[in-house]
Structures are given as structure tokens and as C-alpha cells.
């Protein structure tokens, strides 16, 4: 195994050209609907499985169709979901999203994934991959307090770390992540993300600040690209020109294209090449794994816009 995903699943239903908000006893109809695979984790799994990576998944649904439908999904890009665990004490997941050309409102039920516990992932399974990666720190509080001995275990067995935090709903942005950014090797925040955990107000200080762990850190800025950040050389590149359809998943999306190269061992110019173009092709469709790209349609996209590529020159971080 290449890489192996521990965390969030759920489904999305994504409902789209709508008018407006529905008011109490009101009733709106979409234009458009899609129900799709959901989570940060999981979608980044079945990103990174149609790139080529071999890819084990581990979390939790429910005893219910919609968890079937997930765990269908997942196998059909090859991810091996031989790990998930199946609860009926609660339904799966799902994720209730109204998307507007400039806005979304969401309403969220997180059900049975919330209740995931470190005791339930087969630690064994876990150390025959060469790559542990988790997404949505915040989203797993029973898993939260589990993950450092998680990572610092399959760290001892020689497995490389990826953590991705997401948004932390109740706005805390703690809840052991300090101690466990110790144990990641990259670490890959969004611009929010990254001035919040680092309890900084701007780029440059948060940039300090993560250094000072030892790891690689990606900090995602949406359409202004991505700064990476390693070794005291903070190297910046724009995204892609695209006008997108939907940004769900993006982040996601691009962290599939970068580990996929990192995992091949690409210099960071690449990695940071690949993430980009992964995260700009997947907001052509609605939902997080739809538009994603093969590897073939990475390569022909870097090719044509290799114009739009900003010479990757490394800045000393105190610049
Ligand atoms: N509008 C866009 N145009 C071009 N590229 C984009 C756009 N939005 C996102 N991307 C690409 O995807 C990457 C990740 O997007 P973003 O910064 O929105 O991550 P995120 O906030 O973690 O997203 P997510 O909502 O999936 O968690 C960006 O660094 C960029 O390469
Ligand atoms: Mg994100």
C-alpha cells in the first residue's frame, strides 16, 4: 500500500441554481442536484486511488445505504475499504449543501462518524502503508485525542505523516494539535487555517511558527495559489487560471495531486505543479471527486499552461 487514509466520511447532497434561500413554509426548487461522496478524508482518498496511488481507507458508517453507496464509491476508483468499520447505532453521515455562484449555506449531520475512536483502526493494517495521511482534524473529536499516538506510531514503523486540519467549527483550534504537528511531516492548511493554529496575524509570522516544527508546511490560498515552507525558503506559486463551477473538495483535491507526487519522490516544484492543476480541474464539476483529474489530463494541463507557471523561486522566510 501506498497510502494509507484514516478519517471523515460522509455523503454530500449538493443542490445548485436555486433563487434564494427557502423562508420558514417555503418551498424552492433546485436547478441542479448531486449526491456524492463526501468527507476531506475520503474524498482525498479517492483522488489520490484515480491518480494511481494504492490507497486503504479507514473510518466509519453506518449499517445503512448510503453507507453502502460510500463504500461502493470508494472501490470504484480501487481505494481497499476492507477497514472501514460499520455501526448501526447511528445513520451515516450527510451534508445538506446550498451552493450559489458567490455563497453556499450547509446544514450538516455528522452521525456515526463523529463516534470514530483510535481503538477501532487496525494499527497493523496502518504499518503496511508507506504513507499515513488524515484530513479534518477538527471534525473527530473522539478521534482527536487518539491521533498523536496514531501518527507517532506509524512514524516508528517508517511511514512519512500528512495532516490536513480543516476548519474547526467551535473555533478553538487546539485540541492537542501543537503536540501532534510534531509528528507530521507535511502539513497542509488553508491561509485561515494556518493564521488561526498559529494564533498569528499574517502569512510571514505563521510561516515562522511552522517552521519551527521540521516539516514541509503547504499553506492553500485558493485562487491565489499556494506558499510552501520548508527549511526557512517559503517558495509561492499563483493557481491556475479557471472559472469554477464548485469548489468543493479543492483543497482536497490539490493535497491528492501533491502527496501523489511527494509520495514518487518529486522535487517540491512538481509536487506544488500537480496540486495546483488538481485543485483548479476539480472545480469544474459540482462535488469534491467529479471533475477530478487522470494523470494524463494533469500532464496535458501543466503542458498548456505552462505559461501561467511563475518561475518557483525559493525567498529566505525573513524576506
Ligand atoms: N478558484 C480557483 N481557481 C483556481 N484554483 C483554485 C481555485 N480554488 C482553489 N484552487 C486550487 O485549489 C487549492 C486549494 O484550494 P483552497 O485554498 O480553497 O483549499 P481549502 O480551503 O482547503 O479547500 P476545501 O474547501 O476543499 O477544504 C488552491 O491552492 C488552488 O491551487
Ligand atoms: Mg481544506
Redesign the pocket.
Known amino acids: 500500500m501506498d497510502i494509507v487514509v484514516v478519517g471523515d466520511i460522509n455523503a454530500d447532497l449538493i443542490f445548485t441554481g436555486l433563487p434564494s434561500l427557502p423562508a420558514f413554509r417555503q418551498l424552492k426548487h433546485a436547478k441542479g442536484m448531486k449526491f456524492t461522496l463526501g468527507g ?1 478524508s475520503a474524498i482525498f482518498a479517492y483522488n489520490i486511488a484515480r491518480l494511481g496511488a494504492a490507497t486503504g481507507f479507514v473510518g466509519k458508517v453506518g449499517r445503512d445505504h448510503v453507507g453502502d453507496f460510500l463504500l461502493d464509491t470508494l472501490s470504484s476508483a480501487g481505494v481497499d475499504t476492507s477497514r472501514v468499520v460499520r455501526d448501526a447505532t447511528l445513520p451515516t453521515g450527510i451534508c445538506v449543501s446550498m451552493s450559489f455562484p458567490q455563497d453556499y449555506a450547509m446544514v450538516s449531520y455528522p452521525g456515526i462518524r463523529e463516534s470514530f475512536i483510535l481503538a477501532e483502526i487496525d494499527r497493523d493494517y496502518v504499518k503496511r502503508a508507506r504513507h499515513l495521511h488524515l484530513s479534518s482534524f477538527y471534525l473527530q473529536p473522539a478521534l482527536q485525542c487518539g491521533c498523536l499516538e496514531l501518527f507517532r506510531s506509524a512514524r516508528a514503523a517508517g511511514l512519512t505523516t500528512s495532516l ?1 486540519p ?2 474547526d467549527p467551535r473555533e478553538q483550534w487546539n485540541s492537542g494539535m501543537q503536540q501532534l504537528l510534531h509528528e507530521v511531516d507535511l502539513f ?6 494556518a493564521l488561526r493554529i498559529s494564533k498569528t496575524q499574517n502569512l510571514t509570522s505563521a510561516v515562522r511558527t511552522f517552521d519551527s516544527f521540521g516539516h514541509t508546511t503547504v499553506i ?7 506558499s510552501v515552507i520548508r527549511s526557512g525558503q517559503i517558495i509561492s506559486a499563483p ?4 472559472k ?1 463551477v464548485d ?8 493535497n491528492a495531486g501533491f502527496i501523489f507526487q511527494y509520495l514518487h519522490g518529486a522535487p517540491l516544484e512538481k509536487c506544488i505543479a500537480w ?2 492543476a ?3 480541474l ?2 469544474r464539476a459540482l462535488g ?1 471527486i467529479d471533475a477530478f483529474p487522470t494523470p494524463s489530463e494533469v500532464v496535458q494541463f501543466l503542458v498548456e499552461r505552462a505559461h501561467e507557471m511563475a518561475a518557483l523561486a525559493g525567498q529566505p522566510i525573513s524576506a
Open positions: 476531506s490536513d480543516d476548519h497542509l492548511p488553508n491561509e485561515t487555517e492553500k490560498r485558493g485562487q491565489d495559489g499556494v493557481a491556475f487560471n479557471v469554477p469548489t468543493t473538495g479543492a483543497g482536497d483535491s490539490f496540486g495546483n488538481c485543485g483548479a476539480s472545480t469534491g
